[in-house]
């Protein structure tokens, strides 16, 4: 029989069982068998946690048992505590003194203890009884995982019984209505596009509780996008005023709304709300996650190294493409060779920075192009086409040095051309020199014929492309291009496949 409040804790123990609610208790206390004078100690003794050899009398089965359970320990209704329950029983021997109970934080690593000794007269008296003794003053946290271990005093190697216990979560109805860490309450909002700021309201949540609120960026973790607020509720529910970090106001202005400042309203920036007691859950809602159009903004060029990068302030999933803008349409013609997946960000290096060449961002919500050179703000080039009496010349305009190749191509569709001819233009040393090549008329008088130039100095270049070239009525009367017609032009050797990054 246990002395005190046993007849209370065998009570607790049972009535915690699995489908049952959590038991209450008005105090933490300690408990053992009746008739025995036992001294209870809250301490970690590093010197039993030694083992010695055991005598012949002492086995591991005189541990009898090692029960463990959760109670709560109210103020009032809405402000409790969790307490881990631990009932444990041994058979005496002549030589032990006691037992000790400790907890292992599997989460912090954190371990208490709390021993039971009787005195060496008494455990005499007790050879070949059982004592038993209850613990309910562990305090322990909202689905706290621990490591129990009940030993001997002293304690004797391989005699002990451990138990992992996890405690029950915010789902439990119990500790849901009775843990303040576990009262998330629900978020309202309304945004300010001219202050910029997102005026945050809280609701559900019990009298006189302190709460703090914050925006984040929502990448793997919610990131800080601003300093967390400490917000205390008024003697009206539901209506909050804001703070300073850590400071505690007095509340004048009852009906104020949580004002916290943004500089952009980006798809992953949230809204998080969690009461200012520890291990608290928190509650988060992220308005602006669909609108993720801002995001193909964050298009960065360097002249220096000619790298194009796309680094957006949140993840997204999708694909990213180089493209060339059509002349003639909307459409933005894919380069081959350039599809990256994200998240992540994006870095493409020896890039031409043609007004024409963009970038195409592919997800779930749709497709978007982006030009960062639609603007004319970085060095380009131009190619020009003239006709001369007997001759197209292809010339090559650059504002920085540059090399150029020209092609000769049928054209079967928009921006898809079977190559013909492939020639080099000279090397320009120089910026805004001017390189060029003749072609001779027989070659470029022919229907879905073109001329197309690119830079070749470069990993990533959008042909400029000319088609439908018209030629003088008489020239076509008098001549008619021959099938083994070849031009007469130096041709740089190893150049007749497809332009870096060329339209697929």
Sequence with gaps: MLSGNAIIFLTLVWGAREGQAISQIAECGFACSEGVSCKNKVNWNIFNSFCRQPLPSVTPSILESLTLSTTTKCVHRGACALHLSVSASLIMEESLRGLEICLLSLDTQETRCHSTRIPKISSRKMVGRMLQVHFDCFEVSVAQHLYVTLKTIPYYCEVQISREYRVEDCTDADVGRNIPACFAGRLKYTVDHAQKTIKVHFADIPRSQAYYIRLCLKWFACEDYSPPVLALSTVFWNEWISADPLEQVNVEQ????????????????????????????????????????????????????????????????????????????????????????????????????????????????????????????????????????????????????????????????PFHCHVLETISVGSQGDADAIGHVDIPVAEVCSPDICIQGWRTDVDYSVPEQMCDIRCNRSYRKKHRRPHDSHLTIHKDPGTDGDPPGSLS
């Design 254 to 413: 009852p009906g104020k709304a949580v004002a916290l400042k943004y500089s952009q309203l980006l798809p992953c920036l949230c809204i998080e709300g969690w009461a200012a007691v520890p291990d608290a859950v928190r509650i988060q809602i992220c308005p602006f996650e669909n609108d993720t159009r801002i995001l193909w903004d964050y298009i960065f060029y360097n002249p220096f190294t000619q790298s194009l990068s796309w680094e957006p302030p949140c993840p997204v999933q999708g694909q990213v493409h180089l493209c060339g803008m059509s002349k003639t349409d909307d459409l933005c013609w894919e380069l081959s060779h350039t599809e990256r997946t994200v998240p992540g960000n994006v870095h493409y290096l020896q890039v031409d920075p043609q007004p024409w060449l963009c970038m195409k961002f592919t997800t779930l919500q749709g497709s978007w192009v982006r030009c960062p050179f639609a603007d004319g703000s970085f060095p380009g080039w131009k190619m020009k086409i003239h006709q001369l009496p007997d001759k197209f010349r292809a010339s090559f305009i650059s504002r920085i040095p540059a090399r150029f190749q020209v092609q000769l191509c049928n054209r079967t569709e």
